[in-house]
């Protein structure tokens, strides 16, 4: 979906095309979450502010799509990864899994499974912000976490994703 020569900037404005989001995401006091043909605002406090930007960028290195099945793997792939300083991505993030172990638990596990096999997290490499990154290529910055394009999942996996989704259904 995103060539390695494309720029992050670049592949972050393709997945926003794609995607219907925008760079409001990163300053909108509410976000609009559809929830079949309901629409939820939520707050779009600062935390989750800076966190997104990021979480944006994880979806360009890994493909995983913004529909419901997408986010859900990339939330499973995020917590296998680590955040780093963005704590609100672990809150966030958990209460998708819960949702994707119900949807999706195969596509959970082999995200988890995924996010453990990286190196870096993208969230350590782009803590704290700064837009020059954005010009870096996307084959860098897969390189640089190591990216894989899949692995076995362990029962050390499902485990950690389970434990995720119990700990996003206490949460909520």
């Known amino acids: 979906l995103f060539p390695d020569?494309?720029?992050?900037?670049?592949?972050r404005a393709l997945y926003f095309e794609?995607?219907?989001f925008d760079e409001n995401t990163y300053t909108d006091t509410f976000v609009r979450l559809p929830v079949g043909p309901f629409v939820l605002l939520l707050p779009n406090f600062p935390a989750?502010?800076?966190?997104?930007?990021?979480?944006?960028?994880?979806?360009?290195?890994?493909?995983?799509?913004?529909?419901?099945t997408g986010e859900v793997e990339i939330s499973a792939f995020e917590l296998g990864m680590g955040h780093g300083p963005y704590w609100v991505g672990y809150f966030i993030n958990a209460g998708?899994?819960?949702?994707?172990?119900?949807?999706?638990?195969r596509r959970v596990f082999a995200a988890y499974a995924?996010?453990?096999?990286?190196?870096?997290?993208?969230?350590?490499?782009?803590?704290?912000?700064?837009?020059?990154?954005?010009?870096?290529t996307v084959g860098a910055v897969r390189a640089e976490v190591g990216l894989v394009d899949a692995v076995d999942v362990t029962p050390r996996d499902v485990v950690g994703a389970v434990s995720w989704?119990?700990?996003?259904?206490?949460?909520?």
């Open 96 to 105: 998708a899994v819960f949702v994707g172990l119900l949807r999706a638990p």
């Open 18 to 20: 794609r995607s219907g």
């Open 165 to 172: 989704g119990i700990a996003g259904a206490i949460g909520q």
């Open 5 to 11: 020569a494309m720029t992050m900037f670049s592949a």
């Open 48 to 68: 989750r502010r800076r966190a997104v930007k990021v979480h944006d960028l994880d979806h360009t290195i890994t493909g995983y799509g913004s529909d419901w």
């Open 114 to 136: 995924r996010g453990r096999a990286t190196r870096r997290s993208l969230y350590e490499i782009f803590a704290p912000w700064d837009d020059a990154l954005l010009q870096r």
